[in-house]
């Protein structure tokens, strides 16, 4: 069984940093933790879950507009792990970061965190 856990979130004033981790335990059918893909989103009180970033099994990146520059997002395939690091953050950043991991294509499955919170104070 897969489970995928979240952790480092916390409170934090803005301009402060924090470094989110998602640990992988278990096998995903099929595939190997380095091969897959790993996504950041985050949820804000009373809005959608929105993408944050991604970091691909061949260790490509990509960022959302709205944290281009202030996030970065790394992995340690040794550890099956990997992490967020946020910095320069900003009241709006204040969410719940869920972490899910996608085996590369064709196929669709993926596997979520349970979500770690992230409180931002002005």
């Known amino acids: 069984q897969v489970q995928v856990v979240e952790s480092g979130g916390g409170l934090v004033q803005a301009g402060e940093s924090l470094r989110l981790s998602c640990t992988v335990s278990?096998?995903?059918?099929?595939?190997?933790?380095?091969?897959?893909?790993m996504n950041w989103y985050r949820q804000a009180p009373g809005k959608e879950r929105e993408w944050v970033a991604t970091i691909t099994g061949s260790s490509s990146t990509n960022y959302a507009d709205s944290v281009k520059g202030r996030f970065t997002v790394s992995r340690d395939n040794a550890k099956n792990t990997g992490y967020l690091t946020m910095n320069s953050l900003k009241p709006e950043d204040t969410a719940v970061y869920y972490c899910?991991?996608?085996?590369?294509?064709?196929?669709?499955?993926?596997?979520w965190g349970q979500g770690t919170q992230v409180t931002v104070s002005s």
């Open positions: 899910n991991i996608r085996p590369p294509p064709p196929r669709i499955d993926s596997y």
């Open positions: 278990g096998s995903i059918p099929g595939s190997f933790f380095s091969f897959n893909a």
